[in-house]
């Protein structure tokens, strides 16, 4: 299995900051053949300085997959989650001790993926979210969000959530409490499929059905359909008028 594809934030119609953080690497092994992890944080718009939130987690995941995986012995699924746990408590400990010393509450949402040749692992807390689009559109993540709750309890329809107010208010994020942990998803990465990782700022806009059509794996060739893939998008989103930053990580698995 092979995989390829690309990444893009974009700062939207009306923010002054892009709080939102990505991170992209497919790498090459000699005896794994290709591992790729791909990361979007959403620095929370209502608290300050989420860009540095976003940023420094971004930097954590990814000094861990340049420093700690190539030291491994092996990559187990169980061993992932392990050092994602610890990494996470570091990093919520360092950004909630920094709001803390600074009078301030700063906060990201998490949604990282970790592809190690035919099997994936999710670590997730917030409402970014991470999809599998093959035959349809399947959400891997749940969101950890006001609204999500209140729909799952049958105390909301979804219809009702387009309208509400308190759609951005999340119950975890990373930073903004003294403890957190995350959601872990494991899979089997299905043939010819895709991976699409993405802020609020994308989806508010454009349904499962919009996404399934727009990033359909017959239709992502090379890295370079990939990103003409996420452009468009991101440049819908702007002319619906969303007003959040944007971001989003497309990666698709191919046998050829």
Known sequence: MRYFGS???????????????VFLRIENTPDRGQMAL??????LGGLEMGEYASSSTVEAFAKWFDDALPKAASITEDTVKEQWSNLIEKQNDAL???????????????????????????????????????EGVKQLTEDH??????????????????????K??????LGAF??????FYLGTVEKECCFLLCSDGLRHMLSSEEL???????????????????ADAVRTVKERQ?????????IKSSTY
């Open 7 to 21: 990444s893009l934030t974009d700062i939207g119609i009306s923010r002054g900051v892009n709080q939102d953080s």
């Open 38 to 43: 791909a990361l979007v944080c959403d620095g």
């Open 96 to 134: 909630y001790r920094y709001g803390m010393d600074n009078d301030i509450r700063i906060g990201t949402t998490m949604t990282a993926l970790l592809i190690v040749e035919d099997r994936y692992i999710i670590g997730h807390i917030g409402d970014s979210r991470c999809y599998e689009i093959a």
């Open 145 to 166: 969000s006001f609204i999500a709750r209140e729909i799952k309890e049958g105390r909301m329809t979804e219809v009702e959530a387009l309208k509400d107010s308190r």
């Open 168 to 173: 951005n208010a999340l119950l975890k994020c």
């Open 178 to 183: 003294e403890s957190v942990s995350a959601d």
């Open 212 to 230: 399934g059509q727009r990033f359909a794996p017959e239709n992502i060739m090379d890295g370079a359909f990939a990103e003409v893939a996420l």
């Open 242 to 250: 969303e007003k959040d930053n944007i971001s989003a990580i497309l």
